[in-house]
């Protein structure tokens, strides 16, 4: 195996202990080159000496001289079993469909690697630091969307991956074309290895794709929601709605945490607004705000709530060794196990898509009252320039709605659908690879509705000059001034203006212009 070529970003070094979220994100997202720590290595060392007694032993042992699943009473010769680990794989990737996006694959093959790492699976080094080039090097085995029940973990995708360490199946080089694996690995003077005694099981029993989106998920829901914050504030004020709600004191009166950050930010979002300092006064006649406007930090609260309960569970599940069977450290014992069953995180998965739809739909509830001028508190009907010719954001609104349908039907959990495999010997499973590829759509969705609520907002807010708005919603105001979304006027192409929005807040733009003004959100 050659020396990578000089990385251009800090590389990832792998050890026996867990890496990181941001790890994952530097890696999937970032292409951040990877290298084995020296305690992973002596680990594997340790682990495959422990694999290679038991291969050379006359006791069949489960994944080392055995068939595997159903078929794991049938007892391998040693002369066969190089061939059982390429049978193995090459059954397994029986993925189809579209091919996921890359930075799915290459989150799964991290935490693939990071497994191998503790020393608990029995791989060979050089199997493992192979894994470890085809990242550096950019290389990125087709995973396709169809295959995993998410029980034994989520088999097809990793077989896939595990295909191209033996320089077998398509891949995607550094630059995104499609070649065969002994192809990629030539040209970057990598070789493919040829599986001994349990490596096969090793690559391909675990919960790395789910766990991979898992926590691609939460770094996109961390910054949506603060965003979701932003886009209610702009919304209250738009809506001509009270900041007096969001006080800590009121807040405090029911202790949870994600309510009671949410609401601080809105606070903090609305401090010195004009517009809302213009019906403050006794002559205001407003009792109470929609709910939609109310109870923002109940809702976007809770989704926070949920989301880092989520984050515990992807925190565990980074520090586990998932495979079956493993190397235990005591006496180098090898035993089975069912670590790799997926519902820990399919749960949390579902949980997710759960509270990025109910998001979205407060969301879209507050966009549509700007466009009803029984509602809008003096708004011209859809912030239209000349309402009857010019239709304004109407069909904004229906794009949101859309959306949201769409979102509660990704709502309905995948984590409650098992359905029986493997001649009944995996009689239930976890479908956390669905419910991870969901909550992908999810996510975007989310992104999208609170796009057109800020964008809404936004001509809201123009359409109340003179009144000023608070110097942080007036920043995303400018943001999207100057991002080519001009203010009020005669209706225009929206699509492309709703694709900048959805990019302002996507690359996270939004919450920045917000920071640089009142410090950062919480």
Not at 3 to 8: E, K, L, T, Y
Not at 17 to 44: C, M
Not at 123 to 137: I, K, M
Not at 456 to 475: C, E, F, H, N, W
Request: charge should be negative; charged fraction near 20%.
């Amino acid at each position: 195996m050659t020396a990578s070529p000089p990385p251009a970003l800090d590389a990832v070094v792998v050890g026996t202990g867990p890496v990181s979220f941001a790890d994952v994100v530097a890696v999937a997202r970032g292409g951040a080159p990877v290298v084995i720590g020296e305690d992973a290595l002596t680990a594997i060392d340790r682990a495959r000496a422990v694999i290679e007694e038991l291969a050379a032993g006359a006791t069949p042992a489960y994944g080392v001289s055995t068939g595997f699943g159903a078929l794991a009473t049938r007892h391998i010769p040693t002369e066969m079993r190089a061939q059982l680990q390429r049978s193995l794989v090459r059954s397994h990737a029986a993925g189809s469909g579209p091919e996921v996006e890359r930075e799915v694959t290459r989150a799964l093959m991290l935490l693939r690697l990071s497994t191998l790492a503790t020393g608990r699976t029995g791989v060979r080094r050089e199997t493992a630091q192979l894994l470890a080039g085809l990242l550096t090097h950019g290389i990125t085995p087709v995973v396709h969307e169809h295959g995993s029940l998410g029980c034994s973990g989520d088999l097809a995708p990793l077989s896939h991956c595990a295909l191209a360490l033996m320089g077998e199946g398509p891949v995607r080089d550094a630059s995104g074309a499609l070649v065969d694996a002994a192809t990629a690995l030539a040209a970057v003077g990598l070789e493919p290895v040829e599986l001994a005694a349990k490596e096969g099981l090793a690559l391909i029993n675990g919960t790395d794709g789910m766990l991979g989106m898992l926590v691609l998920a939460i770094e996109d829901l961390r910054r949506l929601l603060r965003t979701a914050d932003v886009a209610a504030a702009m919304s209250v004020e738009g809506q001509l709605g009270t900041d007096r709600v969001f006080a800590a004191e009121l807040q405090a009166l029911r202790p949870h945490p994600g309510q009671a950050a949410s609401a601080a930010n809105l606070a903090r979002l609305l401090a010195d607004s004009g517009v809302v300092a213009s019906h403050r006064g006794p002559d205001c006649n407003r009792v109470q705000d929609a709910y939609s406007l109310r109870c923002a930090p109940q809702v976007h609260g809770a989704a926070r709530d949920t989301l880092e309960h989520a984050a515990t569970v992807a925190g565990r599940e980074l520090c586990a060794a998932v495979d079956n069977p493993v190397v235990l450290p005591d006496e180098g014992r090898v035993e089975s196990n069912g670590n790799f069953h997926g519902a820990p995180v399919g749960y949390v998965l579902d949980f997710l898509a759960i509270a990025a739809a109910d998001v979205a739909s407060m969301s879209e509830r507050r966009t549509d009252r700007f466009l009803d001028r029984n509602r809008s508190h003096g708004l011209p009907p859809f912030l239209a320039a000349d309402p009857g010719v010019d239709s304004g954001h109407m069909i904004a609104q229906y794009t949101q709605a859309a959306i949201v349908s769409e979102l509660k039907r990704l709502a309905v959990p995948a984590s409650v659908d098992s359905i029986p495999s493997s001649a009944m010997q995996e009689d239930h499973v976890s479908m956390g690879w669905s419910a991870a590829r969901k909550l992908r759509h999810s996510v975007d969705g989310l992104t999208r509705v609170v796009a057109v609520e800020v964008l809404t907002a936004a001509r809201a807010l123009d359409l109340r000059a003179p009144l000023v708005p608070s110097p942080a919603t007036a920043a995303v105001v400018a943001l999207l001034r100057s991002s080519g979304v001009a203010g009020p006027g005669p209706d225009r192409h929206l699509a492309p203006e709703i694709e900048a929005a959805f990019a302002l807040v996507a690359s996270g733009a939004v919450v920045t212009a917000v920071e640089e003004v009142i410090g950062e959100l919480q």
